[in-house]
Structure formats: structure tokens, C-alpha cells
């Protein structure tokens, strides 16, 4: 498998996640929404790495390696890496809460989670899937 077979598999794991984020949404399920937007994120912001020949890191939020790396991507791309890695840190920070709740004071994910939070998570998924799917069609 070479890096254009992985940039592909990211894009589809994360296009996967984010079908079934909507799917949860539907259901009420609002921190598996969340959980699902993370993971979609740190895939496609994976992908956009792999994408320029980056090895990404195997931490969750790749934000800082976008900055660092921004001179590898298209211009177009390089004035929306802030904004990327904003949704990669903001959800980065969800990624455990969203599954385990807050066990310091056992208040279950379920009571964390609003439908507000969900939709945010969701937006920007989608808004990062629609600039990767640019870049890596590009």
C-alpha cells in the first residue's frame, strides 16, 4: 500500500464516521456524534498530510504539524490551516469525554453532551472533509 492508497482509506474511514455521526445525531446519540467528528477529523487531517508526503504523527490533534508543514500545501490550503487545526484541538479536547464521560466526578457522557455540541462537531467534520476532499482531488 503506498501513501495515495492510504490517503484514500483515510478519506473513506472518514467519510464513514461522518455518515454515522449524522446517523447518531438522528438517534439523540449526541456524544458518539462528537466521538465520531473527532476521529473523522484526525483522519482526513492525517490524509492531508500523507496527501504532501508528511508522515504523521501518531498523536490526535495534528494541528501543530499543519502549521509547521504549510509551506508543502497548495496556497488556497495554507490560509485554512488555521481554522483546521482550531477543529482538531477543539475536538482533540472531546475525544475522551465524549466516550467515558467525566469519571472525576462520574457524570456520564450522556449528560455532557447536547444537541448543540453534536451539531458543532458535526459542521466542522464536514467542513474539514470538504477542503481535504479538495486538496486530495486537486
Not at 48 to 53: H, I, K, P, T
Not at 58 to 82: N, T
Not at 90 to 101: F, S
Not at 107 to 124: G, V
Request: glycine letters at 4%; a negative charge; hydrophobic letters at 35%.
Amino acid at each position: 500500500m503506498d501513501n495515495k492508497d492510504l490517503v484514500r482509506s483515510y478519506v473513506r474511514q472518514a467519510e464513514e464516521r461522518i455518515k454515522h455521526a449524522k446517523e447518531a445525531l438522528n438517534d439523540g446519540n449526541y456524544p458518539y456524534v462528537v466521538r465520531q467528528c473527532q476521529e473523522a477529523v484526525e483522519l482526513l487531517l492525517k490524509a492531508s498530510l500523507r496527501f504532501v508526503g508528511v508522515e504523521p504523527p501518531k498523536w490526535h490533534d495534528v494541528g501543530v504539524v499543519l502549521k509547521r508543514e504549510s509551506g508543502k500545501f497548495p496556497k488556497w490550503f495554507q490560509e485554512l490551516i488555521d481554522e483546521l487545526s482550531y477543529y482538531s484541538r477543539v475536538l482533540r479536547k472531546e475525544r475522551e469525554p465524549a466516550m467515558y464521560g467525566d469519571e472525576e466526578t462520574g457524570t456520564p457522557p450522556e449528560d455532557i453532551y447536547s444537541r448543540f455540541d453534536a451539531e458543532k462537531a458535526l459542521q466542522m467534520a464536514c467542513r474539514v472533509h470538504e477542503v481535504v476532499v479538495k486538496l486530495v482531488n486537486s
